[in-house]
Structures are given as structure tokens and as C-alpha cells.
């Protein structure tokens, strides 16, 4: 027996018409996506199709949700859940469109603002299942490698966009997010998302408590508005040469050691300094990290190195404030979950519009995934898509017909798994 004839497996192929569906973990999601009432709402505020033959918007919106949970990474991947006829079966969805009939969908004026409301309402019925009332935002900047021709260069020097992005701290919620040309500056619009975020949490009956940012939200502007609505800030500080004043004001008796969340002392030293832009603003505090500068040249002789946390919480310490103000890292992770994840570092359009509208159809996708945490196992709150991917949504099942009733078949050793969760989605539901 040769080499070749050794590696063929000892079994058959042949074709059936069973409806069979490897994907019926998927069922969860849009049974969650019901009880938030996304599905119904998406049925409401977009306009029926003028056409029996067209396509509407809410098969449209679920199937593309459906294909970035499942992992989809381009538009073109919606095929496969059209080949997947057990879960539309499950699922409801009559008629999967195709990519040019959802490049269409993608380029109707006013998709973009129907979408914000759809985020908007999704998002305050995520932050009740989670008992959410004070919220700490991280706010950032990203930036998505394009080759289309309308993609503009980027601060990098690469072809491309840059969305700006906020996420409640916790959970990964994205509360906003504003696809933007590759050669908007980061600190563009930052203002401006905050204040957004902070109108439509109020309608909520919530509270925007703490927001977190790197230097692009460090402007008089945004400080004047969290100063304003009682919103506590930490951004890091440009070196701009008043902040580096600033810093050698501070006496050497006022330097402390800097201990780590363990209480291990680490090798930087923190102090805090009153600062303010000028005379006619609110005055906040700088909290200053330095260490010890490893590459002294002509060009930098100063010993130590800096890192500047300009804050309006005036009752912590400066070493909670520096610990708190670091977790703000935890965005970066979001934003990869959110563009490895679920597909949204690949740009399907020319259009900055089209792609602004498909960008806000990823972030439906992301904060359902983030929503249907809630009534899973501890063990898996924390987990990324791709974890959920491999336990939850690739899942073998058989749908077949009976009585009127679609019944999902699946082996045993999933159906408690499964169960567990459709009763937690169906006592939190009420249903």
C-alpha cells in the first residue's frame, strides 16, 4: 500500500436531504435577540420593502448578524449561511440576500441613524439585564488597514479608516461608535461621543459616572463638559512644555513609591500637581508617574521618564487613580474582539457611508454577543467569540418538522448546556 492510499480515512461521503445545521448554537442568539426585543424593533422603524421579491430589512440585518457570529470575516460568507438551511429553519429567516442585494441595503439613505436608535435601545436593554445604573466609559481611537480607493492615509501612512469607539468598562458594551475617514485626527469628535453617550443614558435613567481616555480627549472642551455634568475623568496629559513645568514644580520630598494592585513595589515613582489650562478654566490635578530614563542622549537629558493622568477626582489617591486610569487598557482588547472577532477589520465597500452603516450592523452583533453573557455559566462571561464559537455556536443539530413544530435535534451531550440557557433567557424574558 503506498503513502498516498495509507492517509485515506475509512469512510464514505454521500449526499442527504436531511436538514441538518452545524451552526445551531446560533438559535440562542436570536432567541435572545427576540426577548431584547432587537428583532421586533428592527421590524418597526425600517420601511418594508416596495417589492414582494425584495428583500427586508430585518433578514437582511439578522442574517448578517448570524454570519459575523459565526465567524464570517468578509460580506461575501453570507452564502454559507444560505447554504445552512436548518438554521433558517430555526432561525425564521426567509430569504437570505444576496451581497449585492445587501450592498444595496448598505448605501439606503437614512439605514445610518435607524441604526444609532437600534444600538441605542439594544444597549439599554443590555444595561437592565446587567443591573447597570453608573457606567464607566473608555473611549479610543482605531485604525482599519483599507486598499479601497476612497480610503483615505492615515497618521500611520497606510490606506484606511478610523473609527472612534466607546465601551462600558465592564462588560465590553459598545455604548458608540463613529466610522470616520483614515485621516481624521483620534482626538476628532471625542467631545462630541461623550456627550452623546451621556444624553441617551440619562433618557435611560442612567448615570455616565467615570470616563477614561488616552490624549486625544485631553482639551479644555471635553474637561469643561464632565466638570459640568458631574462626569470624574482620567486622561492621559499631552507633554506639552506647561505640563512639563508643572512637573519640575513638584518637590523631590513629594515623591512616593508607586506599589502595584498585589502591593508589590514597582520601579516608578508617583506625585500630583494642580494644573489648568488657563486662567479662565476649571483647575484639575495631574498625577505624575516618572522613572528612570534607561537611554539618556543629548536630545532627552532628562534623568527620569514621565507618564501624566490629568484627573477631576479630587478624593482618591494618586496611586488608586494611576491603577484605575490603567485598566482603561482593557478597550484595546475590545476593539480587537470587535475587529478579529467579528469580521470588522475587513471593509467591504468603496462607500464611507456603506461602511458606516455595516460597521454599526458589527457593533449590533458585538453588544448581542456581549447581552447573551448574561444567562450563560460563569466560566464563560469572560470568554471571547471565538471561545463561544468552539462551546456554544458550533453545534451539530437536525431540524426536522413535526405537528407544526420545528423541533432542533442535537446530541445529549449538548442539550443540557443548551437548556440551561434558553431557561435563563426565558425567566429573565418572562417568557
Same mark, same amino acid.
Given at each position: 500500500?503506498?503513502?498516498?492510499?495509507?492517509?485515506?480515512?475509512?469512510?464514505?461521503?454521500?449526499?442527504?436531504?436531511?436538514?441538518?445545521?452545524?451552526?445551531?448554537?446560533?438559535?440562542?442568539?436570536?432567541?435572545?435577540?427576540?426577548?431584547?426585543?432587537?428583532?421586533?424593533?428592527?421590524?418597526?422603524?425600517?420601511?418594508?420593502?416596495?417589492?414582494?421579491?425584495?428583500?427586508?430589512?430585518?433578514?437582511?440585518?439578522?442574517?448578517?448578524?448570524?454570519?459575523?457570529?459565526?465567524?464570517?470575516?468578509?460580506?461575501?460568507?453570507?452564502?454559507?449561511?444560505?447554504?445552512?438551511?436548518?438554521?433558517?429553519?430555526?432561525?425564521?429567516?426567509?430569504?437570505?440576500?444576496?451581497?449585492? =442585494?445587501?450592498?444595496?441595503?448598505?448605501?439606503?439613505?437614512?439605514?445610518?441613524?435607524?441604526?444609532?436608535?437600534?444600538?441605542?435601545?439594544?444597549?439599554?436593554?443590555?444595561?437592565?439585564?446587567?443591573?447597570?445604573?453608573?457606567?464607566?466609559?473608555?473611549?479610543?481611537? #482605531?485604525?482599519?488597514?483599507?486598499?479601497?480607493?476612497?480610503?483615505?492615509?492615515?497618521?500611520?501612512?497606510?490606506?484606511?479608516?478610523?473609527?472612534?469607539?466607546?465601551? !462600558?468598562?465592564?462588560?465590553?458594551?459598545?455604548?458608540?461608535?463613529?466610522?470616520?475617514?483614515?485621516?481624521?485626527?483620534?482626538?476628532?469628535?471625542?467631545?462630541?461621543?461623550?456627550?452623546?453617550?451621556?444624553?441617551?443614558?440619562?433618557?435611560?435613567?442612567?448615570?455616565?459616572?467615570?470616563?477614561?481616555? %488616552?490624549?486625544?480627549?485631553?482639551?479644555?472642551?471635553?474637561?469643561?463638559?464632565?466638570?459640568?455634568?458631574?462626569?470624574?475623568?482620567?486622561?492621559?496629559?499631552?507633554?506639552?512644555? =506647561?505640563?512639563?513645568?508643572?512637573?519640575?514644580?513638584?518637590?523631590?520630598?513629594?515623591?512616593?513609591?508607586?506599589?502595584? !494592585?498585589?502591593?508589590?513595589?514597582?520601579?516608578?515613582?508617583?506625585?500630583?500637581?494642580?494644573?489648568?489650562?488657563?486662567?479662565?478654566?476649571?483647575?484639575? #490635578?495631574?498625577?505624575?508617574?516618572?522613572?528612570?530614563?534607561?537611554?539618556?542622549?543629548?536630545?532627552?537629558? %532628562?534623568?527620569?521618564?514621565?507618564?501624566?493622568?490629568?484627573?477631576? %477626582?479630587?478624593?482618591?489617591?494618586?496611586?488608586?487613580?494611576?491603577?484605575?486610569?490603567?485598566?482603561?487598557?482593557?478597550?484595546?482588547?475590545?476593539?480587537? !474582539?470587535?475587529?478579529?472577532?467579528?469580521?470588522?477589520?475587513?471593509?467591504? #465597500?468603496?462607500?464611507?457611508?456603506?461602511?458606516?452603516?455595516?460597521?454599526?450592523?458589527?457593533?449590533?452583533?458585538?453588544?448581542?454577543?456581549?447581552?447573551?453573557?448574561?444567562?450563560?455559566?460563569? %466560566?464563560?462571561?469572560?470568554?471571547?467569540?471565538?471561545?463561544?464559537?468552539?462551546?456554544?455556536?458550533?453545534?451539530?443539530?437536525?431540524?426536522?418538522?413535526?405537528?407544526?413544530?420545528?423541533?432542533?435535534?442535537?446530541?445529549?451531550?449538548?442539550?443540557?448546556?443548551?437548556?440551561?440557557?434558553?431557561?435563563?433567557?426565558?425567566?429573565?424574558?418572562?417568557?
Amino acid at each position: 500500500m503506498n503513502s498516498i492510499q495509507q492517509t485515506i480515512l475509512p469512510f464514505q461521503l454521500k449526499k442527504t436531504n436531511d436538514c441538518i445545521t452545524s451552526r445551531s448554537g446560533l438559535a440562542i442568539y436570536l432567541e435572545a435577540a427576540i426577548g431584547f426585543g432587537l428583532t421586533k424593533k428592527i421590524k418597526e422603524i425600517f420601511p418594508r420593502s416596495g417589492s414582494n421579491r425584495g428583500h427586508n430589512a430585518h433578514d437582511i440585518i439578522m442574517s448578517l448578524i448570524l454570519m459575523m457570529l459565526a465567524g464570517g470575516q468578509h460580506m461575501n460568507d453570507i452564502r454559507e449561511i444560505a447554504q445552512d438551511k436548518g438554521l433558517l429553519k430555526v432561525c425564521g429567516i426567509k430569504k437570505v440576500p444576496s451581497p449585492d =442585494a445587501i450592498a444595496r441595503f448598505l448605501s439606503k439613505k437614512n439605514n445610518l441613524r435607524l441604526f444609532n436608535f437600534i444600538i441605542e435601545y439594544l444597549n439599554n436593554q443590555i444595561l437592565k439585564q446587567m443591573s447597570l445604573n453608573e457606567l464607566t466609559v473608555d473611549i479610543d481611537a #482605531t485604525l482599519i488597514e483599507s486598499n479601497k480607493q476612497n480610503a483615505a492615509i492615515t497618521y500611520k501612512g497606510f490606506k484606511g479608516y478610523c473609527p472612534l469607539l466607546s465601551f !462600558e468598562a465592564s462588560s465590553g458594551l459598545c455604548l458608540a461608535g463613529k466610522f470616520r475617514d483614515g485621516n481624521e485626527s483620534p482626538s476628532s469628535g471625542v467631545t462630541e461621543q461623550i456627550k452623546y453617550i451621556n444624553r441617551y443614558l440619562k433618557k435611560f435613567k442612567k448615570q455616565l459616572k467615570y470616563v477614561r481616555s %488616552d490624549s486625544a480627549a485631553y482639551n479644555h472642551k471635553f474637561f469643561d463638559f464632565c466638570f459640568e455634568n458631574g462626569i470624574i475623568f482620567t486622561v492621559t496629559a499631552d507633554h506639552d512644555s =506647561a505640563v512639563i513645568s508643572a512637573i519640575k514644580s513638584i518637590l523631590e520630598s513629594e515623591w512616593k513609591p508607586l506599589f502595584d !494592585e498585589d502591593g508589590v513595589k514597582t520601579d516608578r515613582e508617583y506625585a500630583t500637581t494642580v494644573h489648568a489650562f488657563n486662567a479662565n478654566t476649571n483647575a484639575f #490635578t495631574l498625577v505624575v508617574q516618572r522613572w528612570k530614563n534607561p537611554q539618556m542622549n543629548l536630545f532627552e537629558p %532628562d534623568k527620569y521618564c514621565y507618564h501624566v493622568i490629568a484627573t477631576n %477626582d479630587f478624593n482618591s489617591d494618586g496611586r488608586d487613580i494611576i491603577l484605575f486610569h490603567n485598566k482603561r487598557g482593557n478597550a484595546e482588547n475590545y476593539i480587537k !474582539e470587535l475587529k478579529c472577532g467579528f469580521g470588522l477589520e475587513n471593509i467591504p #465597500t468603496g462607500q464611507l457611508y456603506s461602511n458606516a452603516v455595516y460597521f454599526a450592523i458589527g457593533l449590533l452583533a458585538l453588544n448581542l454577543a456581549v447581552g447573551v453573557k448574561e444567562f450563560l455559566p460563569q %466560566d464563560f462571561k469572560k470568554s471571547t467569540i471565538a471561545t463561544l464559537r468552539f462551546y456554544l455556536i458550533l453545534i451539530p443539530g437536525k431540524v426536522i418538522l413535526h405537528g407544526r413544530q420545528i423541533i432542533l435535534k442535537m446530541q445529549k451531550r449538548f442539550l443540557e448546556f443548551i437548556s440551561s440557557i434558553r431557561r435563563n433567557i426565558a425567566l429573565a424574558f418572562k417568557i
